[in-house]
């Protein structure tokens, strides 16, 4: 059974802090994206990573998928009350059409 | 556009009862899935469809049934309501695949059920 496992599970920082949250597999992945959700809503897509070794920048968010395609980053810079949320990782293999969804990461920013 | 829609939003069923889980999209995507959202698991597949007349299990079907007569329409039907599917419930639509197997998934806003 292929596994995402993200960490860490809950973060509160105070606004104007840096973050780095991770999303680690034993599987290798043929791409790899970013949610993010908010209470009451369903999943929004932030971005999809689909070379090793690749980084994809989103304002204030970097995202990097590893060389090795089994794990990704996403960095906030300067976190702002604005990206609280839940932070979704999702991995596919490539000949199927099935997401495999990380754990998740709880993020609170404090003004 | 609508987007993807999901109703009810909230439900409360008996042990035993039926229902069906509605979704609908009007962006005329080929892929659909459903999901359930419980604490601390991420979302985990139930079933999906690459299409009208197709489809597939994922990684948790046991107790729901699908069907997808439609491009647009693709319900989710419990057949025996169980404590265990005390969930959320998410429908999800995409288009088209890209580079390295990816598409880009249109999530619904989710209907909260609950098994007593």
């Known amino acids: 059974t292929q596994l995402l496992e993200q960490s860490p599970q809950f973060l509160s920082i105070q606004e104007g802090e840096n973050l780095t949250v991770y999303c680690n597999s034993s599987?290798?992945?043929?791409?790899l994206q970013w949610y993010r959700q908010e209470p009451g809503e369903g999943p929004v897509l932030l971005v999809t990573v689909v070379t090793g070794g690749e980084v994809k920048k989103l304002k204030r968010l970097t995202f990097q998928f590893g060389d090795a395609r089994k794990d990704s980053s996403l960095h906030i810079t300067a976190a702002q009350p604005g990206d609280t949320g839940l932070y979704l990782c999702a991995g596919i293999t490539s000949g199927t059409y099935k997401y495999i969804f990380g754990t998740g990461t709880r993020l609170k920013v404090l003004a | 556009n609508a987007g993807v829609t999901q109703t009810p939003k909230f439900q409360v069923l008996k042990t035993g009862q039926s229902m069906t889980l509605q979704c609908a999209q009007d962006?005329?995507?080929?892929?659909m899935s459903w999901y359930r959202q419980d604490p601390g698991m991420g979302l985990r597949l139930i079933h999906y469809?690459?299409?009208?007349?197709?489809?597939d299990q994922g990684e948790v079907p046991n107790g729901y049934n699908v069907s997808r007569s439609t491009t647009e329409d693709f319900p989710l039907r419990l057949l025996s309501a169980a404590p265990s599917q005390t969930s959320v419930y998410f429908c999800a639509s995409s288009y088209s695949r890209f580079a390295g197997g990816a598409y880009e998934q249109y999530f619904g806003p989710g209907t909260r059920l609950t098994v007593t």
């Open positions: 599987s290798v992945f043929s791409s």
């Open positions: 469809s690459v299409g009208a007349g197709i489809t």
């Open positions: 962006m005329n995507h080929e892929y």
